[in-house]
């Protein structure tokens, strides 16, 4: 049975850094595109990042970008996201996927329903 357990959430203080990890176990992911979304309070789920099989191509929401990286461990079929100069507003549960390899077509890796399993999601809390 595929899947995917994120770690490493918890409650930081603004400015300061976390590093988020998901486990995939009941098969290899290494073919995978793998993603993380976010979804705060009375907010729908919005994406945060995503990587390609190899890790050579990675997209960030406007958001995020130059704050937190995206990488993936392949040997260790589990993908990170290190997440620097936190802000309140980073506030949410965040949640991994996984895109199956083969890929029916041309897909958007920033759309959740793209992808094909997902994690329980792991909370960050950010304080002022």
């Known amino acids: 049975q595929a899947q995917l357990v994120e770690s490493g959430g918890r409650l930081v203080q603004a400015g300061g850094s976390l590093r988020l990890s998901c486990a995939a176990s009941?098969?290899?992911?290494?073919?995978?595109?793998m993603g993380w979304f976010r979804q705060a309070p009375g907010k729908e789920r919005e994406f945060v990042a995503a990587?390609?099989?190899?890790?050579?191509?990675?997209y960030y929401a406007d958001s995020v970008k130059g704050r937190f990286t995206i990488s993936r461990d392949n040997a260790k079929n589990t993908v990170y996201l290190q997440m620097n100069s936190l802000k309140p507003e980073d506030t949410a549960v965040y949640y991994c996927?996984?895109?199956?390899?083969?890929?029916?077509?041309?897909?958007?890796?920033?759309?959740?329903?793209?992808?094909?399993?997902w994690g329980q999601g792991t909370q960050v809390t950010v304080s002022s």
């Open positions: 996927a996984a895109k199956f390899y083969p890929y029916p077509g041309r897909g958007d890796g920033t759309k959740a329903p793209w992808y094909d399993i």
């Open positions: 990587i390609g099989s190899t890790g050579s191509t990675t």
């Open positions: 009941g098969r290899s992911f290494s073919r995978d595109t």
